[in-house]
Protein backbone atom coordinates (compact mmCIF):
# COMPACT_ATOMS: atom_id res chain seq x y z
CA UNK A 1 0.00 0.00 0.00
CA UNK A 2 1.26 3.33 -1.15
CA UNK A 3 0.98 7.02 -0.59
CA UNK A 4 -0.24 6.80 3.20
CA UNK A 5 2.14 8.00 6.28
CA UNK A 6 3.52 5.65 8.21
CA UNK A 7 3.33 6.43 11.93
CA UNK A 8 6.29 4.48 12.79
CA UNK A 9 9.23 4.45 10.05
CA UNK A 10 12.08 2.42 9.87
CA UNK A 11 15.09 4.05 12.11
CA UNK A 12 18.61 3.03 11.48
CA UNK A 13 20.59 1.91 14.92
CA UNK A 14 22.78 5.18 14.71
CA UNK A 15 19.03 6.79 14.53
CA UNK A 16 17.74 4.79 17.81
CA UNK A 17 20.28 5.56 19.48
CA UNK A 18 20.00 9.06 19.33
CA UNK A 19 16.30 8.49 20.35
CA UNK A 20 17.56 7.39 23.33
CA UNK A 21 20.20 9.80 24.51
CA UNK A 22 17.64 12.85 23.42
CA UNK A 23 15.62 11.02 26.37
CA UNK A 24 17.98 11.26 29.09
CA UNK A 25 20.01 8.49 28.20
CA UNK A 26 23.74 9.52 27.83
CA UNK A 27 25.57 6.29 27.88
CA UNK A 28 23.59 4.86 24.70
CA UNK A 29 26.31 4.93 22.11
CA UNK A 30 28.68 2.07 21.19
CA UNK A 31 27.98 -0.90 24.06
CA UNK A 32 24.69 0.06 23.37
CA UNK A 33 24.71 0.10 19.44
CA UNK A 34 25.45 -3.94 19.35
CA UNK A 35 22.58 -4.42 22.45
CA UNK A 36 20.22 -2.94 20.08
CA UNK A 37 21.62 -5.02 16.65
CA UNK A 38 21.45 -8.18 18.81
CA UNK A 39 18.12 -7.89 21.05
CA UNK A 40 16.08 -5.48 18.70
CA UNK A 41 14.78 -1.56 20.15
CA UNK A 42 11.34 -2.93 20.73
CA UNK A 43 12.38 -6.08 22.46
CA UNK A 44 14.83 -4.34 24.85
CA UNK A 45 13.67 -1.16 25.14
CA UNK A 46 9.80 -0.86 24.79
CA UNK A 47 9.79 -4.08 26.91
CA UNK A 48 11.87 -2.84 29.86
CA UNK A 49 12.34 1.10 30.13
CA UNK A 50 8.90 1.39 32.02
CA UNK A 51 10.89 0.91 35.62
CA UNK A 52 13.17 4.14 34.11
CA UNK A 53 11.18 6.62 32.44
CA UNK A 54 10.39 9.59 34.67
CA UNK A 55 6.70 10.43 36.34
CA UNK A 56 4.76 13.19 37.26
CA UNK A 57 3.59 14.44 40.35
CA UNK A 58 0.39 11.94 39.82
CA UNK A 59 2.83 8.79 39.21
CA UNK A 60 1.51 9.49 35.33
CA UNK A 61 4.49 8.78 33.40
CA UNK A 62 5.82 11.89 31.41
CA UNK A 63 4.81 12.32 27.75
CA UNK A 64 6.90 12.73 25.38
CA UNK A 65 9.17 10.13 27.42
CA UNK A 66 12.20 10.90 28.89
CA UNK A 67 14.28 8.95 31.17
CA UNK A 68 14.66 9.46 35.21
CA UNK A 69 17.99 11.85 35.53
CA UNK A 70 19.75 8.69 36.82
CA UNK A 71 18.67 5.99 34.42
CA UNK A 72 21.07 4.46 31.78
CA UNK A 73 20.71 2.20 28.72
CA UNK A 74 23.21 -0.43 31.54
CA UNK A 75 20.09 -0.66 34.21
CA UNK A 76 17.70 -1.54 30.91
CA UNK A 77 19.70 -3.79 29.04
CA UNK A 78 20.58 -5.69 33.48
CA UNK A 79 16.96 -5.70 33.66
CA UNK A 80 16.55 -7.51 30.31
CA UNK A 81 19.62 -9.82 31.29
CA UNK A 82 18.01 -10.42 34.55
CA UNK A 83 14.94 -11.54 32.86
CA UNK A 84 16.46 -13.91 30.33
CA UNK A 85 18.22 -15.82 33.33
CA UNK A 86 14.89 -15.76 35.50
CA UNK A 87 12.90 -17.40 32.29
CA UNK A 88 15.67 -19.99 32.33
CA UNK A 89 15.32 -20.59 36.36
CA UNK A 90 11.81 -20.80 36.69
CA UNK A 91 11.31 -22.68 33.21
CA UNK A 92 13.38 -25.84 34.94
CA UNK A 93 11.10 -26.04 37.90
CA UNK A 94 7.64 -25.34 35.41
CA UNK A 95 9.11 -28.06 33.42
CA UNK A 96 9.37 -30.75 36.71
CA UNK A 97 5.65 -29.87 37.35
CA UNK A 98 4.15 -30.21 34.61
CA UNK A 99 5.65 -33.64 34.18
CA UNK A 100 4.43 -34.44 37.64
CA UNK A 101 1.19 -33.67 36.54
CA UNK A 102 1.41 -35.50 33.25
CA UNK A 103 2.04 -38.22 34.99
CA UNK A 104 -0.21 -38.49 38.09
CA UNK A 105 -3.08 -37.43 35.64
CA UNK A 106 -2.39 -40.69 33.26
CA UNK A 107 -2.03 -42.73 36.15
CA UNK A 108 -5.23 -42.45 38.82
CA UNK A 109 -7.17 -41.35 35.86
CA UNK A 110 -5.93 -44.88 34.05
CA UNK A 111 -6.42 -46.42 37.31
CA UNK A 112 -10.16 -45.49 37.30
CA UNK A 113 -11.31 -45.82 34.31
CA UNK A 114 -8.97 -48.82 32.43
CA UNK A 115 -10.80 -48.74 29.45
CA UNK A 116 -8.93 -48.15 25.75
CA UNK A 117 -10.19 -44.53 24.95
CA UNK A 118 -11.98 -43.93 28.46
CA UNK A 119 -10.56 -40.35 28.34
CA UNK A 120 -12.75 -39.61 25.12
CA UNK A 121 -16.29 -40.53 27.04
CA UNK A 122 -17.81 -37.50 28.51
CA UNK A 123 -19.02 -39.84 31.14
CA UNK A 124 -15.26 -40.61 32.45
CA UNK A 125 -15.16 -36.48 33.67
CA UNK A 126 -16.84 -34.27 36.04
CA UNK A 127 -20.77 -34.97 36.03
CA UNK A 128 -21.83 -31.32 36.16
CA UNK A 129 -23.95 -28.87 34.15
CA UNK A 130 -21.53 -26.16 34.10
CA UNK A 131 -18.40 -28.27 33.27
CA UNK A 132 -20.31 -29.83 29.70
CA UNK A 133 -18.42 -27.12 27.61
CA UNK A 134 -15.72 -27.48 29.07
CA UNK A 135 -15.55 -31.17 29.17
CA UNK A 136 -16.18 -31.10 25.65
CA UNK A 137 -13.50 -28.96 24.70
CA UNK A 138 -11.05 -31.45 26.74
CA UNK A 139 -12.42 -34.51 25.11
CA UNK A 140 -12.17 -32.39 21.52
CA UNK A 141 -8.28 -31.32 22.30
CA UNK A 142 -7.64 -35.29 23.40
CA UNK A 143 -8.41 -36.44 20.12
CA UNK A 144 -7.28 -33.69 17.53
CA UNK A 145 -3.86 -34.18 19.40
CA UNK A 146 -3.94 -37.94 18.38
CA UNK A 147 -5.30 -37.14 14.93
CA UNK A 148 -2.09 -34.55 14.34
CA UNK A 149 0.29 -36.70 15.13
CA UNK A 150 -1.06 -39.77 13.60
CA UNK A 151 -1.17 -37.63 10.45
CA UNK A 152 2.22 -36.74 11.11
CA UNK A 153 5.30 -37.61 8.76
CA UNK A 154 7.88 -39.72 10.52
CA UNK A 155 8.03 -41.65 13.61
CA UNK A 156 6.36 -40.77 16.80
CA UNK A 157 4.67 -42.62 19.92
CA UNK A 158 0.99 -42.03 19.40
CA UNK A 159 1.55 -43.00 15.58
CA UNK A 160 3.38 -45.80 16.80
CA UNK A 161 0.48 -47.12 19.05
CA UNK A 162 -2.20 -45.96 16.92
CA UNK A 163 -0.61 -48.36 14.03
CA UNK A 164 -0.04 -50.86 16.66
CA UNK A 165 -2.20 -51.41 18.87
CA UNK A 166 -5.26 -49.14 17.64
CA UNK A 167 -5.32 -46.95 20.68
CA UNK A 168 -3.33 -44.54 22.73
CA UNK A 169 -3.08 -45.22 26.04
CA UNK A 170 -3.00 -42.02 28.37
CA UNK A 171 0.39 -42.30 29.89
CA UNK A 172 1.59 -42.17 26.27
CA UNK A 173 -0.82 -39.16 25.52
CA UNK A 174 -0.30 -36.73 28.28
CA UNK A 175 3.66 -36.83 26.94
CA UNK A 176 2.07 -34.60 23.90
CA UNK A 177 -0.33 -32.16 25.68
CA UNK A 178 0.55 -28.18 26.48
CA UNK A 179 0.82 -27.58 30.17
CA UNK A 180 -2.96 -25.30 29.55
CA UNK A 181 -4.31 -28.91 28.31
CA UNK A 182 -3.01 -30.64 31.35
CA UNK A 183 -4.53 -28.13 33.39
CA UNK A 184 -8.18 -28.37 31.91
CA UNK A 185 -7.93 -32.23 32.28
CA UNK A 186 -7.32 -31.93 35.90
CA UNK A 187 -9.86 -29.31 36.48
CA UNK A 188 -12.17 -31.68 34.42
CA UNK A 189 -11.58 -34.87 36.16
CA UNK A 190 -13.90 -36.22 38.95
CA UNK A 191 -13.58 -34.98 42.40
CA UNK A 192 -11.90 -38.19 43.35
CA UNK A 193 -9.45 -38.04 41.05
CA UNK A 194 -8.58 -34.59 41.40
CA UNK A 195 -8.26 -35.66 45.25
CA UNK A 196 -5.89 -38.98 44.52
CA UNK A 197 -3.68 -36.97 43.25
CA UNK A 198 -3.79 -34.30 45.42
CA UNK A 199 -2.76 -36.66 47.98
CA UNK A 200 -0.38 -38.18 46.17
CA UNK A 201 1.59 -34.73 45.94
CA UNK A 202 1.25 -34.86 49.87
CA UNK A 203 2.82 -37.78 49.99
CA UNK A 204 5.88 -36.92 47.52
CA UNK A 205 6.91 -34.62 49.75
CA UNK A 206 6.87 -36.57 52.73
CA UNK A 207 9.01 -39.01 51.21
CA UNK A 208 11.27 -36.04 49.57
CA UNK A 209 11.15 -34.19 52.88
CA UNK A 210 11.73 -37.28 55.00
CA UNK A 211 8.95 -36.02 56.82
CA UNK A 212 5.36 -37.27 57.34
CA UNK A 213 3.91 -34.22 58.44
CA UNK A 214 3.69 -32.71 55.38
CA UNK A 215 0.89 -30.38 55.23
CA UNK A 216 -2.37 -31.75 53.03
CA UNK A 217 -2.97 -30.48 49.46
CA UNK A 218 -6.28 -29.90 48.21
CA UNK A 219 -7.66 -30.22 44.60
CA UNK A 220 -8.22 -26.29 45.05
CA UNK A 221 -4.70 -25.08 45.78
CA UNK A 222 -4.04 -27.50 42.56
CA UNK A 223 -5.87 -25.62 40.33
CA UNK A 224 -4.70 -22.45 41.34
CA UNK A 225 -1.42 -23.30 40.76
CA UNK A 226 -2.40 -25.14 37.68
CA UNK A 227 -3.55 -21.85 36.41
CA UNK A 228 -0.78 -19.61 37.87
CA UNK A 229 2.15 -22.25 36.20
CA UNK A 230 0.14 -22.29 32.93
CA UNK A 231 0.58 -18.68 32.81
CA UNK A 232 4.13 -18.39 33.47
CA UNK A 233 4.72 -21.56 31.45
CA UNK A 234 3.13 -19.62 28.37
CA UNK A 235 5.65 -16.32 29.47
CA UNK A 236 8.92 -18.00 29.79
CA UNK A 237 8.24 -20.49 26.77
CA UNK A 238 7.90 -17.30 24.73
CA UNK A 239 10.09 -14.95 25.76
CA UNK A 240 7.45 -12.89 27.54
CA UNK A 241 8.26 -10.20 30.18
CA UNK A 242 8.38 -12.03 33.16
CA UNK A 243 9.98 -10.69 36.34
CA UNK A 244 6.86 -8.21 36.82
CA UNK A 245 3.83 -11.12 35.42
CA UNK A 246 0.16 -10.72 37.16
CA UNK A 247 -2.23 -13.29 37.47
CA UNK A 248 -4.59 -11.84 38.28
CA UNK A 249 -7.94 -13.13 40.94
CA UNK A 250 -5.60 -16.36 41.80
CA UNK A 251 -8.38 -17.97 44.63
CA UNK A 252 -7.04 -20.41 46.79
CA UNK A 253 -4.05 -18.18 47.90
CA UNK A 254 -4.54 -19.45 52.02
CA UNK A 255 -4.56 -22.99 50.61
CA UNK A 256 -1.63 -22.62 48.46
CA UNK A 257 0.55 -21.45 52.06
CA UNK A 258 -0.63 -23.74 53.97
CA UNK A 259 0.36 -26.55 51.57
CA UNK A 260 3.56 -24.73 51.40
CA UNK A 261 3.53 -24.52 54.93
CA UNK A 262 3.98 -21.05 55.01
CA UNK A 263 1.12 -19.20 56.88
CA UNK A 264 2.63 -16.34 58.42
CA UNK A 265 2.99 -13.83 55.32
CA UNK A 266 0.68 -12.20 52.69
CA UNK A 267 0.08 -13.32 49.71
CA UNK A 268 -1.33 -11.40 47.10
CA UNK A 269 -4.28 -12.65 45.27
CA UNK A 270 -3.05 -10.77 41.97
CA UNK A 271 0.07 -13.62 41.97
CA UNK A 272 3.64 -12.87 40.76
CA UNK A 273 6.77 -14.86 40.74
CA UNK A 274 7.07 -14.91 44.56
CA UNK A 275 3.39 -16.69 44.66
CA UNK A 276 4.54 -18.88 41.79
CA UNK A 277 7.70 -19.70 43.99
CA UNK A 278 5.34 -20.63 46.99
CA UNK A 279 3.33 -22.53 44.93
CA UNK A 280 5.93 -24.24 43.75
CA UNK A 281 7.09 -25.19 47.52
CA UNK A 282 3.83 -26.65 47.86
CA UNK A 283 4.18 -29.23 44.72
CA UNK A 284 7.79 -30.00 44.10
CA UNK A 285 10.68 -32.49 45.70
CA UNK A 286 12.31 -30.98 48.28
CA UNK A 287 15.91 -31.44 45.70
CA UNK A 288 14.11 -29.67 43.18
CA UNK A 289 12.29 -26.78 45.42
CA UNK A 290 15.77 -26.38 46.93
CA UNK A 291 17.90 -25.55 43.37
CA UNK A 292 15.17 -23.21 42.34
CA UNK A 293 15.75 -21.29 45.84
CA UNK A 294 19.14 -20.78 45.13
CA UNK A 295 19.46 -20.26 41.43
CA UNK A 296 16.77 -17.48 42.14
CA UNK A 297 19.14 -16.56 45.20
CA UNK A 298 22.39 -16.22 43.03
CA UNK A 299 20.33 -14.61 40.37
CA UNK A 300 19.24 -11.83 42.67
CA UNK A 301 22.81 -11.77 44.09
CA UNK A 302 24.81 -11.17 41.05
CA UNK A 303 22.13 -8.56 39.70
CA UNK A 304 21.87 -6.43 42.46
CA UNK A 305 25.25 -4.27 42.04
CA UNK A 306 23.79 -3.68 38.68
CA UNK A 307 20.70 -1.47 39.93
CA UNK A 308 20.71 1.64 41.78
CA UNK A 309 19.72 1.29 45.10
CA UNK A 310 15.76 2.53 44.00
CA UNK A 311 15.77 0.48 40.88
CA UNK A 312 16.62 -2.54 43.19
CA UNK A 313 13.74 -2.39 45.59
CA UNK A 314 11.43 -1.69 42.69
CA UNK A 315 13.03 -4.90 40.80
CA UNK A 316 11.84 -6.68 43.73
CA UNK A 317 8.79 -5.52 44.22
CA UNK A 318 7.39 -5.92 40.93
CA UNK A 319 8.53 -9.72 41.67
CA UNK A 320 6.11 -9.27 45.12
CA UNK A 321 9.08 -10.17 47.14
CA UNK A 322 9.04 -8.90 50.41
CA UNK A 323 12.63 -7.78 52.14
CA UNK A 324 12.99 -10.90 54.60
CA UNK A 325 12.29 -13.02 51.72
CA UNK A 326 15.54 -15.15 52.10
CA UNK A 327 14.30 -16.23 55.69
CA UNK A 328 10.79 -17.38 54.53
CA UNK A 329 12.04 -19.53 51.34
Not at 87 to 97: F, H, N
Amino acid sequence: MTGTDNSKPFKTLNQQLSILRSRGLDDAHAKAKRSLEQIGYYSLINGYKWMFLARGTNGEIIHPEVYKDDASFDEIKSLYDFDFELRAILYRSLLKYETMLGAEIAYRFSEQYPEEHAYLAMDNFFRDAQHVSSVVGTISSLSSTIKKYSDRRGKNAIKHYVNKHGHVPLWVLVNFLTFGELNYFYANCTEDIQLAIARDFRNMKCTSYNNSHQSAITPGAIRSINQMVNIFRNAVAHGEITYSKIVYRTPHMGEIKSAAGINNIALRSQAGVFELIIAMKAVLPKKNFRRLINDMNNLIENFKDNFSPVNYSTLLQDMHFPSNYRSIL
